[in-house]
């Protein structure tokens, strides 16, 4: 009862790995799109080409009984030039259609790599901003291309191979009871207890060592590169030994997991597979001893000896036919890890669009009630966020680090999108603003600025490619840049971060001012632009920032709060929650956390001052 039972459980294991492994093909032939029919095109014509790649074989034990007949008086073994040129036609034609087979599946597996790459192009550009700021880009190219390329080995060759070698398999089967069924069932017990072998090492709980082992692999090649990434920092800070510490940890892992599941789980029956595979000729000696008094006896002795070596030569396709499946099972496996990296790009959170878009009202700004939480984290980053902007008002955010300012100003043009309340741009929730209008309403100045490897003309033009080259340099003219541009060796078309053409922390966030300014879009978000600059810098950048603000609406972070004082409202902002507001007079003469930071703020400026002085 209880062994019936459990191989219920275990068939219905099997069905389940089935199912996964059908929901794998399928899932790849949905991105195939029209040329899934290449794909079973090519699959049919590999069923064809590995059928009559096994018609030879016939003809040699059709050649072999027509010699063995007339033995010894060869010359009246007229047959054998028909069998030879039969055989070298199936031979031909196999590989002939065969290639052809591969060229179907090789054109469908790029097509679907291409639909794949496309299609997950096209998902990221519905993602909101704030997506590409927890995935780094070359992790998601390295999902998508990398993942894209890893599923053609599976299209190219192995539905093909398997499909093949399934005919083979009844074809042997067909061929096992027109000779001589034992010495058929003899191979056939070399495959069964192969493909045994192969389902011990991939199923059940070493399906999951495997997995482990292929995921201590990622982890150390990731660590790999985060150490070469921090090497600088290493050096700087004269670390010696403990900056291996984690490489060195992805390393002894990688290698346990390798050895538990090469040595543990793999050396028996990889030994017991390769055996069964190379040598299934082996397997044909005990049918042979079985068979061989009987055949002497009942004088067929000519007979058995022709499916003798029939078998013999058979046996050599047997043991390619289970390599292929091999090969084919660990292409199977590697698309499921590469349709597992490509699935977290293709599920990425997309924007939703709204159907019937509304244009903003004006260009004021509110927080109604506005909760945020990151993906994955235990607490929200913005809680019940209250506030309002009116249209040409200037509302500073400030708090300490880590208090929410950068996510509620992501949040104005979408980089991400409320938890629970609403964000109106115009007296309208941005949810219902069409994204490009949204876009065009809000120019946002990040906190880290990037600039573009290309020219600062094309870095400024990303802000409205139609802009002409005079607009740029106006542009650039009024965010204070002259200076940065009369010492590029080529001005405006100098190419940024090469050949030694760096820009300063303050230098990069002037050029994006400079693009802001280009924007005129009425709504100007800016995050802590003033946070790398020099005084010289500041001085410069604040210049910038009065040509871009004038007549705006403005939400400004600042750690530097003198850039504050004038705002019409502050809010403060502390974990999440605002915790207090008002203007500049109000809140710094109060007793609140303002007030404090104003103070601190005031006594860092008076040592900065005294310290100069002393240094005079
Ligand atoms: N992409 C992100 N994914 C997950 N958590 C994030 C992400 N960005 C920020 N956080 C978390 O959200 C909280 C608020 O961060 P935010 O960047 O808004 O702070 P901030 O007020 O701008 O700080 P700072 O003054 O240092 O720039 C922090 O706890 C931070 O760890
Ligand atoms: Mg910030």
């Not at 010699?67 to 069998?83: C, F, R």
């Not at 069932?185 to 482990?212: D, H, Q």
């Not at 004006?362 to 902007?389: I, R």
């Amino acid at each position: 009862m209880k062994y019936g039972k459990s191989g219920c459980k275990i068939k219905k294991e099997r069905k389940k790995m089935k199912q996964k492994k059908q929901n794998e093909i399928s899932v790849l032939l949905g991105y195939a799109g029209k040329y899934k029919v290449l794909t079973f095109l090519g699959m049919f014509l590999s069923a064809v080409a590995m059928i009559m790649g096994m018609i030879p074989y016939v003809c040699i034990w059709l050649a072999a009984r027509d010699l063995i007949g007339v033995a010894p008086d060869w010359t009246q073994a007229t047959e054998i030039a028909k069998y030879g040129w039969l055989a070298f036609g199936f031979a031909f034609g196999g590989i002939i259609i065969y290639f052809a087979a591969l060229m179907c599946t090789h054109l469908a597996a790029f097509r679907t790599a291409a639909n794949i790459r496309k299609q997950g192009v096209a998902h990221m550009m519905k993602a909101p901003l704030g997506f590409f700021d927890s995935n780094a880009s070359g992790l998601l190219r390295n999902r998508l291309d990398g993942g894209a390329a890893e599923t053609e080995t599976l299209l190219a060759h192995n539905l093909a191979d398997i499909v093949g070698t399934a005919a083979m398999f009844i074809g042997m089967i067909v061929l096992m009871f027109v000779f001589d069924w034992r010495m058929g069932a003899s191979c056939l017990v070399a495959a069964v207890i192969s493909v045994g072998a192969m389902f011990t090492m991939m199923g059940g709980k070493n399906a999951k060592l495997m997995m482990e082992y292929q995921t201590a692999q990622d982890v150390m090649s990731k660590a790999g590169t985060e150490y070469v990434r921090g090497i600088p920092v290493v050096k700087v800070f004269q670390q010696t030994v403990y900056s291996f510490k984690a490489f060195k940890a992805a390393i002894e892992n990688y290698s346990n997991k390798a050895e538990k599941y090469t040595g543990g789980v793999c050396r028996v029956p990889q030994s017991v597979n390769l055996t069964a595979t190379e040598g299934v000729f082996i397997f044909l000696v005990p049918a042979v001893l079985l068979i061989a008094p009987s055949a002497l006896s009942s004088g067929d002795f000519a007979g058995f000896i022709t499916n003798f070596a029939f078998y013999a030569v058979f046996s050599a396709i047997v043991s390619t036919a289970l390599a292929r499946i091999m090969f084919a099972a660990s292409g199977l496996m590697l698309a499921k890890t590469a349709l597992a990296r490509i699935d977290t790009v293709m599920k990425a959170p997309t924007l939703e669009i709204t159907d019937n878009p509304q244009a903003p009202r004006n260009n004021g700004v509110e927080f109604k009630n506005v909760t945020f939480t990151y993906d994955g984290a235990d607490v929200p980053a913005l809680e019940h966020v209250s506030f309002k902007v009116l249209p040409g008002q200037t509302v500073a955010l400030v708090g300490p680090s880590g208090g929410g300012k950068t996510t509620a100003a992501s949040m104005i043009p979408r980089f991400w999108d409320v938890s629970s309340g609403e964000v109106l741009v115009g007296d309208v929730n941005v949810k219902d603003i069409d994204p490009h209008v949204l876009m065009d309403k809000v120019a946002f100045v990040f906190q880290n600025t990037r600039l573009f490897k290309t020219s600062i003309l094309e870095n400024v033009r990303a802000a409205r490619p139609d802009a002409s080259r005079e607009e740029v340099l106006s542009a650039l003219h009024a965010a204070q840049c002259d200076d940065i541009i009369e010492k590029l060796p080529n001005g405006i078309d100098t190419l940024i971060g090469s050949e030694g053409t760096y820009l300063s922390g303050g230098e990069q966030q002037r050029v994006a001012l400079a693009r802001a300014i280009l924007k005129n879009a009425p709504i100007i978000v800016l995050d802590e632009a003033t946070a790398f600059a020099d005084p010289e810098n500041e001085a410069l950048i604040q210049k910038a920032l009065k040509t871009l603000t004038e007549g705006r609406t403005v939400i400004m972070i600042a750690h530097r709060l003198s850039t504050v004082v004038g705002a019409d409202n502050i809010i403060v902002l502390d974990n999440g929650h605002i915790v207090e507001e008002g203007t500049h007079d109000k809140l710094s003469s109060g007793e609140g956390l303002y007030a404090r930071m104003w103070r601190e703020y005031n006594q860092a400026v008076r040592w900065k001052i005294v310290s100069a002085k002393e240094g005079d």
